[in-house]
């Protein structure tokens, strides 16, 4: 028997953003110039250049309430950033500049992550966590009108995570609850299709692959669960894989479907592959919780990078799995 | 008529045998002989001829062919008519006269070729059936002839202990026909037969005795192992013919019923162990349990409460056997009942063994079993008292076995006893007893009480669901591209994931202390306890300042987080802390020891410590320290005493079979002074100081006689470890003196702390002071020590007890002959 590889170490590591890392997202479909986006603790978002491995530009919108969700609009070249400050500030970072265009008021205290659908019908919808903890807003981005609003009937405590995506029927939501429990939305239809009780704990965190009709949520106990949604659109357990320390913060499945990456609350990044959740690696860099894991959109397959914030200030970034 | 027959048959026979008996020509003797032979079986003389014949003279003819044994006629006879006129004598004529003269024949004769010749006929007279037909014959008697009492009793004798008879003068060339093994299984085929033939002849209106076949039976069984090879043969059949046949029934009781008394247990007790099964028991006895007194007695008391050797399928046999009739049901309740009282009594706890007890305990259970609901709430009150006695006095037992063994019949008696509701239920305890007796106990409900299952179930319900759903895989979905597309990636090593801790280890002896006083934190204090022992033993010169108060610290530390190991650690540290400062730290527990408010744990706790303390001071400082398994050596003697001593005879027989090359040329071990034997005296004497002064909290000599045991056993450890230090004599002296007081405590295990303290001083005082200390009390102790390898209900003491013995034994002898030596 060959002994196995030791774990890679990170390519490069990003200091400098003075403040628990958030989130994390990838832009690298402008070629020659891929970027990282970060969202920290004291409310600024920090520009990458990968290729210089230097903060280009900080982006401070949220009044220092941490920054807990940043995304990019592809269609509209817009940015996103949800903050903790009730919040969701519209950038527009053309040409240099940086300025909020406007923002939208979610009323929302949690740590929900906000969710953007950007379908082929030029028809950009981004999902919000509201007032009502367990209220979930639907708009159109553009034109800024609410499509639904999302309340589930039974007491399944506060939104805990979601992840919008869409389906042939349309556009489609997973959410995660307190209580542990997954459901998913028909959201032109604005009603709950299937109840899943995926977790004995708050589901953390989840992730859906469009193609396998897969997805896979986390909770801060110490498994994580895979399950399907069948032809009848019903929520099915699969799978699921016990972990050496509980508390998973984000789960991020990688574009081309091999592999799912875990964020730790010990600060451990955990790769499983995705078809069996079979354990692939443990990347160990991070000295405090890892809050964030992202993977790259890279063009180029070779290039497509991991990148992984932590509350120790840091984000590593890893090629891990890319070589075919 | 009679007399007519009487004397001509006399007249005929008195020349031919006067010819036989004196006759030198062979040919005369061989005429007188067949002459004689008309009136044999089968012979051409009348009926009543025969029988006068048989009746006066055949037993004469018979002696006078074996007195012409050595005749010249008899070895001219050619081989096949010396068994025709000699042989057929014997086996033609009335069997029991032929077997009386043959075995008298046998015994009288010394070694060459008639004793051979007769032991063959002996062997033919067997083969040819002919002690079946003496049997027969004497049933079909039942009126007739008066036998006389003595040749029946000779009879009776002389076929029962047939192989010792002949082999008490063949000795080694006893022929295999009549030895034990095939002689007795012969003789159960024959008494079948004559069974059968009774039957027979029952259907056919004849009456019969079985008398002679019953007093058979009986005596064979009382003579011992030929008993046993008897019924290994006959209850088989006999269980078998009368499953179908009533009649055999009828027989089989009727056989049993004639056996005399005085020999009834040994047939009853034979039987019953071949018999399996309570209907058979039933089939072959009737209801001679409720005829026969001496039975009943057997049955009902005997075999369930004096012995206790027997096999539980016995028990369960004999219950059954009193449950399965209507008529002897009040017997069960009667048997339920004292059974009961045995279970339920105190003293019987005590001074009963352990085996006893168990089938005792079974006994009860299986007892309970057979019981209906009905008869079950008429003894109600009575099994509610047992229960209630038995278990709290075996819950106050000192050995574990006993105490189990009450919760586990204490629940069953309450499943039957009680409604659902109201049950008495025990949370904890496991072990290997409990299977077996509760198995005894066919249940309904789902069974708390079979550990083993109950543990598995436990361990499948604790895993988290999500585990089990693993499996639950939807069908349709894994497509072999799926399968394979995991494999290309090739996991990294993830050796490196492990359990993360939050707090970090102390590092410092005073760090550790002030966590474990006043750390709230699990984790935190979970760390120190498990470093703490490293900690002192690394930083010898800081733990000695905080001795005292550390020891006080660990002492009263609670398991308040279910730390895993809790109690060897803390044990492990404790002793790390007496080993390091002594004298302080020992001064400290014993004087604790006897002070108030302390738990039995925590005064059980201070005598562990200072044992594994001493034990640990008196072995040489190794460089490298044996990997800390002696905690579990004093901590629980009964339950480790087991895996302890397969472990050193296994240890024990690696170390006979190695040869160890390097032997010779290892160095010589390095002499370095006793650690323990300048402080022996600070662990002993202050635990001796205060034992008979009750308080409040803690009675040495009344109810804490657990504390006493141990305390017992440890200053028995002390002493021994002391062994070669000065102050050992000291020490045997003071511990001689207590433990004499409580030699006859009630509880087994403080007498088995006092004889392994006894052992303890034996071994380990000099010889002559031992003897000058015990010259008043020597004949004495040795007559204690006698008497309790004899009689104490306990194993392990009465091992002690021996063992102590031949040490002391062994002292006299060298402490006799060494000054003879010098004069």
Not at chain 1, 51 to 77: C, F, K, M, P, Q
Not at chain 1, 96 to 113: M, N, P, W, Y
Not at chain 1, 145 to 164: F, Y
Not at chain 2, 113 to 135: I, K, N, Q, Y
């Amino acid at each position: 028997m060959v002994m196995a590889r030791p774990p890679p170490d990170p390519l490069f590591t990003l200091r400098g953003s003075a403040a628990p890392v958030n989130t994390l997202q990838f832009h690298c479909s402008t070629a020659g110039r891929p970027l990282l986006y970060s969202g920290s603790e004291k409310g600024c978002v920090h520009v990458w250049n990968l290729n210089n491995r230097r903060a280009e530009r900080v982006l401070e919108g949220h009044d220092g309430a941490s920054v807990i969700w940043v995304s990019t609009v592809d269609s509209t070249d817009a940015f996103l950033s949800q903050g903790r400050d009730m919040r969701v500030c519209v950038w527009d970072l053309h040409e240099g500049r940086s300025a909020v265009t406007h923002s939208l008021r979610t009323g929302s205290v949690g740590f929900c992550q906000c969710s953007l659908l950007e379908a082929e019908t030029n028809k950009t919808l981004l999902a919000l966590p509201a007032e009502h903890t367990e209220e979930i807003k639907v708009m159109e981005l553009a034109s800024q009108t609410p499509v639904r609003s999302l309340i589930p009937d039974s007491k399944q405590g506060m939104l805990m995570c979601m992840k919008m995506f869409q389906a042939e029927s349309g556009p489609l939501l997973c959410a995660g609850y307190e209580d542990g429990s997954v459901v998913l939305w028909d959201v032109s239809h604005g009603r709950p299709l299937s109840c899943l009780k995926a977790h004995p704990e708050p589901v953390m965190c989840l992730d859906f692959d469009t193609d396998r009709q897969k997805g896979i949520s986390g909770s801060s106990d110490k498994t994580l669960t895979s399950w399907i949604i069948d032809s009848q659109q019903n929520l099915q357990m699969q799978n699921s894989v016990l972990l050496t320390n509980p508390g998973v913060s984000q789960l991020c499945i990688r574009a081309d479907g091999k592999i799912v990456a875990a964020a730790g609350w010990d600060g451990n990044v955990r790769v499983f592959g995705w078809k069996r959740l079979k354990p692939l690696a443990v990347l160990q860099h991070h000295k405090d919780l890892v809050h964030s894991v992202a993977f790259s959109n890279h063009p180029e397959a070779s290039q497509r990078l991991m990148a992984a914030g932590s509350k120790d200030q840091r984000i590593s970034v890893w090629s891990i799995y890319s070589e075919s | 008529m009679e007399l007519h027959t009487d004397l001509e048959v006399r007249q005929a026979v008195a020349p031919c045998l006067r010819i036989v008996s004196s006759s030198r020509d062979s040919a005369e003797v061989t005429e007188a002989l067949r002459t004689i032979i008309h009136y044999l079986e089968g012979g051409n003389a009348s009926a009543s001829e025969k029988a006068e014949f048989n009746r006066a003279n055949y037993t004469r003819v018979l002696q006078v062919l074996v007195s012409s044994l050595s005749s010249d006629w008899f070895h001219s006879l050619p081989a096949q008519e010396r068994r025709e006129l000699w042989d057929g004598f014997f086996l033609r004529g009335p069997p029991d006269q032929a077997l009386l003269v043959l075995l008298d024949t046998i015994s009288s004769t010394s070694d060459g070729s008639g004793l051979d010749w007769t032991v063959s006929v002996l062997e033919s007279f067997l083969s040819a059936g002919r002690v079946g037909m003496l049997l027969w014959s004497r049933c079909l008697e039942t009126n007739g002839r008066p036998d006389s009492v003595q040749l029946r009793e000779t009879i009776l004798t002389r076929l029962s202990s047939l192989p010792d008879l002949t082999a008490n003068r063949l000795r080694t060339n006893t022929p295999a026909r009549l030895l034990p093994q095939q002689y007795y299984t012969d003789l159960a085929r024959d008494v079948l037969n004559t069974l059968e033939n009774t039957c027979r002849a029952l259907r056919a209106g004849q009456d019969c005795s079985l008398g002679f076949v019953a007093q058979l039976l009986g005596k064979v069984c009382m003579q011992g192992h030929g008993g046993e090879i008897t019924c290994v043969t006959l209850a088989p059949r006999l269980s078998s013919l009368t499953r179908s046949d009533a009649l055999w029934r009828r027989v089989s009781c009727k056989l049993l019923e004639n056996v005399p008394d005085r020999w009834v247990e040994s047939v009853i007790t034979a039987l019953i162990h071949h018999l399996h099964g309570a209907s058979a028991l039933s089939r072959v006895m009737g209801n001679l349990v409720l005829k026969n007194k001496k039975v009943q007695f057997v049955l009902t008391h005997k075999v369930l409460l004096l012995q206790y050797q027997h096999p539980t399928q016995l028990l369960r046999t004999v219950l059954g056997y009193l449950a399965l009739d209507h008529d002897r049901r009040p017997l069960l309740k009667q048997v339920l009942r004292s059974v009961c009282q045995v279970w339920s009594n105190s003293s019987a706890v005590r001074h009963t063994s352990l085996d006893q007890q168990l089938y005792v305990s079974k006994a009860l259970l299986l007892c309970v079993n057979l019981l209906n609901q009905t008869e079950i709430q008429e003894l109600r009150e009575e099994l509610l008292q047992c229960m209630l006695g038995g278990v709290q006095c075996r819950l106050d037992s000192s050995t574990e076995h006993v105490r189990r063994m009450g919760m586990v019949v204490g629940e069953c008696l309450s499943q039957k006893l009680d409604t659902p509701t109201s049950q008495l239920q025990f949370q904890n305890y496991g072990g290997c007893l409990l299977p077996v007796l509760s198995s005894y106990f066919p249940s309904d409900r789902p069974q708390p009480e079979s550990s083993g299952q109950s543990a598995e179930g436990q361990s499948m319900m604790s895993q988290p669901p999500a585990a089990s759903q693993t499996s639950a895989k939807p069908a349709g979905h894994s497509s072999d591209s799926e399968l394979d597309s995991d494999d290309e990636l090739t996991p990294y090593d993830m050796s490196a994931d492990q359990v993360k801790q939050k707090a970090t280890p102390p590092r410092y002896v005073r760090d550790c202390l002030e966590a474990l006083m006043s750390s709230d934190d699990p984790e935190r204090v979970e760390l120190s306890l498990q470093t703490a022992e490293e900690l002192l033993r690394k930083n010898v010169s800081t733990a000695r300042e905080v001795s005292v108060q550390f020891s006080k610290v660990l002492l009263h530390l609670e398991d308040r987080y279910s730390t895993a190991g809790f109690h060897t650690l803390r044990q492990s540290a404790m002793v790390a802390l007496a080993v390091i400062h002594t004298q302080p730290v020992v001064e400290y527990l014993t004087t604790e020891f006897y002070s108030l408010n302390y738990s039995l744990r925590q005064r059980l706790d201070i005598l562990e410590v200072l044992a594994l303390a001493a034990q640990e001071l008196s072995e040489p400082i190794t460089e490298k320290k044996a990997v800390s398994q002696p905690v579990a050596r004093a901590v629980t003697l009964e339950q480790c005493g087991e895996v302890e001593h397969w472990r050193q005879v296994v240890e024990k027989r690696i170390q006979s079979k190695t040869r160890r090359i390097s032997k010779g040329a290892s160095q010589p071990p390095k002499a370095a002074p006793n650690r323990y034997a300048p402080v022996a005296a600070y662990f002993f004497f202050p635990l001796l100081r205060n034992y008979d002064r009750p308080q409040v909290t803690f009675d040495l000599l009344g109810s804490d006689h657990l504390v006493l045991g141990q305390l017992v056993h440890t200053l028995g450890l002390l002493m021994h470890l002391a062994v070669n230090a000065p102050v050992a004599t000291q020490m045997g002296k003071a511990l001689l003196d207590f433990v004499w007081a409580i030699r006859f405590h009630a509880d087994q295990m403080v007498r088995r702390g006092v004889l392994f303290a006894v052992c303890a001083v034996f071994l380990s005082m000099p010889g002559e002071n031992l003897l000058l200390e015990l010259s008043d009390d020597l004949v004495e102790t040795r007559a204690w020590l006698a008497d309790v390898a004899e009689s104490d209900p306990d194993a392990d003491c009465r091992s002690l007890a021996v063992q102590s013995l031949v040490l002391l034994e062994k002292n006299l002898k060298t402490h006799l002959q060494s000054p003879s030596m010098e004069t």
